[in-house]
């Protein structure tokens, strides 16, 4: 362009005014921390949020492959450093740490400090900060977990729900609704996933009418069944008694 302008006479250089309509963030955005080794939690939300109207920004935190208490608890100085990198100097709304077990075991409150470090004011959220908010408005009071984790970091866990406090009691059930002082969860260790699931192997019966599995400290809303392998971690699912 500069060349042309000097060698062709009577060409000359104008500027006009720019306009813009406020770019892919007019509406808001969203940002979020997400582990180094996470496959899906960024498209888990690029699949919930239309992207067209609320657009999600990512930055990566390292972290290790092993999943203990003691690397959830080393991420928490690469925090406001992954959240530093998140769209610099752009529009940010929220701000999400995408580790479950990682806040549990942080903790939510230095989690959103470290995080409003790169942003200060910004409001923040995390997954088991979503679930206490879906679990108050849906009024439920008794819970199953269930996890991928090792025994230690389940204990984690179960502190993190029993912790927190009840959510209200709807006015029309008052009367029926017994006070529970705690969120209950059902955290079952590996290796007793893995002993109940030999077992039930080998014996019929339990296919047809299995037994409640209630672990020391915890509260199960309906019979749990484990069934995961060794290698995955602690776990539990529950479903009802067949009839």
């Given at each position: 362009?500069?060349?042309?302008?000097?060698?062709?006479?009577?060409?000359?250089?104008?500027?006009?005014?720019?306009?813009?309509?406020?770019?892919?963030?007019?509406?808001?955005?969203i940002g979020l921390?997400?582990?180094?080794?996470?496959?899906?939690?960024?498209?888990?939300?690029?699949?919930?949020?239309?992207?067209?109207?609320?657009?999600?920004?990512?930055?990566?935190?390292?972290?290790?492959?092993?999943?203990?208490?003691?690397?959830?608890?080393?991420?928490?100085?690469?925090?406001?450093?992954?959240?530093?990198?998140?769209?610099?100097?752009?529009?940010?709304?929220?701000?999400?740490?995408?580790?479950?077990?990682?806040?549990?075991?942080?903790?939510?409150?230095?989690?959103?400090?470290?995080?409003?470090?790169?942003?200060?004011?910004?409001?923040?959220?995390?997954?088991?900060?979503?679930?206490?908010?879906?679990?108050?408005?849906?009024?439920?009071?008794?819970?199953?977990?269930?996890t991928p984790?090792?025994?230690?970091?389940?204990?984690?866990?179960?502190?993190?729900?029993?912790?927190?406090?009840?959510?209200?009691?709807?006015?029309?059930?008052?009367?029926?609704?017994?006070?529970?002082?705690?969120?209950?969860?059902?955290?079952?260790?590996?290796?007793?996933?893995?002993?109940?699931?030999?077992?039930?192997?080998?014996?019929?019966?339990?296919?047809?009418?299995?037994?409640?599995?209630?672990?020391?400290?915890?509260?199960?809303?309906?019979?749990?069944?484990?069934?995961?392998?060794?290698?995955?971690?602690?776990?539990?699912?529950?479903?009802?008694?067949?009839?």
């Amino acid at each position: 362009m500069d060349t042309m302008a000097r060698s062709t006479p009577g060409a000359a250089i104008r500027s006009f005014p720019a306009l813009s309509d406020g770019g892919p963030t007019r509406n808001g955005a969203i940002g979020l921390v997400a582990l180094a080794t996470d496959h899906v939690c960024e498209l888990d939300l690029r699949q919930i949020i239309p992207q067209d109207r609320l657009p999600l920004y990512v930055g990566r935190i390292g972290f290790a492959a092993e999943i203990t208490v003691e690397t959830l608890g080393a991420m928490r100085d690469g925090i406001t450093a992954a959240a530093s990198l998140i769209l610099a100097g752009g529009r940010l709304d929220v701000l999400a740490y995408g580790c479950t077990s990682g806040t549990m075991v942080i903790g939510e409150d230095e989690v959103f400090a470290r995080l409003r470090a790169a942003r200060p004011g910004i409001a923040c959220t995390s997954p088991p900060t979503a679930a206490l908010a879906a679990l108050k408005a849906l009024r439920l009071r008794r819970i199953a977990v269930l996890t991928p984790y090792t025994a230690s970091v389940n204990r984690r866990v179960q502190e993190y729900f029993t912790a927190s406090p009840p959510p209200a009691s709807s006015p029309r059930r008052r009367r029926s609704t017994r006070r529970i002082s705690r969120a209950s969860s059902c955290l079952a260790p590996a290796c007793a996933a893995s002993r109940w699931s030999r077992s039930s192997r080998r014996s019929s019966a339990s296919r047809s009418s299995p037994a409640t599995r209630r672990w020391p400290g915890t509260r199960c809303a309906s019979p749990a069944i484990a069934s995961r392998s060794p290698t995955s971690g602690g776990c539990c699912a529950s479903r009802k008694r067949p009839a």
